[in-house]
């Protein structure tokens, strides 16, 4: 059964620093693809950044230049380094791991407000 612990969510005000670790368990195939979405109040999920266990990266154009990710294979843990949050980053961030199929983890909140 693979599992997925998310931590590092909380609130900020806007400019400064978060930092989300995703911590997978379980039944983990050498290859997979680890990635952050969030879902706002009223919004659909959207993709935020993912990550090949190769290192290849895809980001969303909302976050390029501010948020990076990472991932340490050994540990099977996903990183969001975000940088100069901003209100509209308000979200709930959610961590998904896909395999044969997609897992995903139970969601920690990340509030941007002065």
């Known amino acids: 059964q693979v599992q997925l612990v998310e931590s590092g969510g909380g609130l900020v005000q806007p400019g400064e620093p978060l930092r989300l670790s995703c911590a997978a368990s379980?039944?983990?195939?050498?290859?997979?693809?680890m990635g952050w979405y969030r879902q706002a109040p009223g919004k659909e999920r959207e993709l935020v950044a993912s990550i090949t266990s190769g290192g290849s990266t895809n980001y969303a154009d909302f976050v390029k230049g501010r948020f990076t990710i990472s991932r340490d294979n050994a540990k099977n843990t996903v990183y969001l380094q975000m940088n100069s949050l901003k209100p509209e980053d308000t979200a709930v961030y959610y961590c998904?791991?896909?395999?044969?199929?997609?897992?995903w983890g139970q969601g920690t909140q990340v509030t941007v407000s002065s």
């Open positions: 998904k791991l896909r395999l044969m199929r997609d897992y």
């Open positions: 379980g039944s983990i195939f050498t290859f997979n693809i």
